[in-house]
């Protein structure tokens, strides 16, 4: 079965410094998303992309952050200049529209 | 807005035992119901989903739920719990407009002893 992939698995950086999160979606979907969880927490809504555009974002969107799909098959969360707070689990995840998204097993984000 | 209740934060349960976990949601119309499950480390993986008609839904590993628009709620049932289920489950509303956004509930951790 198609599965979305993340890459890396676990990031690591220091504070200020830019972030890329990479996500290959299923090759058939459409729609694109991240999502975050914070450690010990639920997982939220940051962002959904069609169309080569973003359709919505979440307040926790913010100008830091950015998405991309630089080609046919990749899918990026750019975070600019990132701050502790941005620590957590970013799960990328598609769908064809109407139908149940697939998750990635998302990139642990840790900010020193 | 839309939001989603899960009023129990962790759960265990005998193996061999039902399980039922608990769903609230909150939206202006009958939404898109989902239920995830995440294993440690792991990402999040479909159980089921509502979108329409039968208010019973058949998942994944022996899953069902129920669709109750008059509670608003989708609670997460199992007739006999294996040790393997033991996860973090997860109730998501779906915005029927636009992109389906999730909307998640805080989860449930199971756990299952022997």
């Known amino acids: 079965e198609p599965e979305v992939t993340q890459t890396p698995s676990h990031q690591v950086t220091q504070m200020g410094q830019e972030v890329i999160l990479r996500c290959v979606p299923i090759?058939?979907?459409?729609?694109f998303y991240w999502y975050r969880q914070i450690l010990g927490q639920k997982v939220e809504f940051l962002v959904s992309?069609?169309?080569?555009?973003?359709?919505?974002k979440s307040e926790i969107f913010d100008d830091q952050f950015s998405v991309e799909r630089p080609d046919g098959s990749n899918f990026t969360l750019k975070i600019r200049s990132t701050k502790l707070e941005d620590s957590a689990m970013y799960f990328c995840?598609?769908?064809?529209?109407?139908?149940?998204?697939?998750f990635g097993d998302g990139t642990r984000l840790s900010i020193l | 807005a839309q939001s989603v209740t899960q009023p129990d934060i962790h759960i265990t349960v005998s193996e061999g035992a039902s399980l039922e976990l608990r769903c609230n949601y909150s939206y202006g119309a009958t939404p898109y119901l989902f239920w995830y499950v995440q294993s440690p480390g792991q990402g999040l993986q479909l159980l089921l989903k509502?979108?329409?008609?039968?208010?019973l839904v058949q998942g994944i590993k022996g899953f069902e739920a129920e669709f109750k628009r008059s509670q608003s709620s989708f609670n997460l049932r199992k007739p006999s719990v294996h040790w393997s289920d033991a996860a973090e489950y997860f109730c998501?509303?779906?915005?029927?407009?636009?992109?389906?956004?999730?909307?998640f509930g805080t989860g449930t951790r199971l756990t299952v002893i022997p």
């Open positions: 509502y979108f329409s008609g039968d208010t």
């Open positions: 998501a509303v779906g915005d029927r407009t636009g992109a389906n956004n999730l909307f």
């Open positions: 992309f069609y169309n080569n555009e973003i359709s919505e």
């Open positions: 995840a598609s769908s064809k529209g109407n139908q149940p998204q697939h």
């Open positions: 090759s058939n979907h459409l729609y």
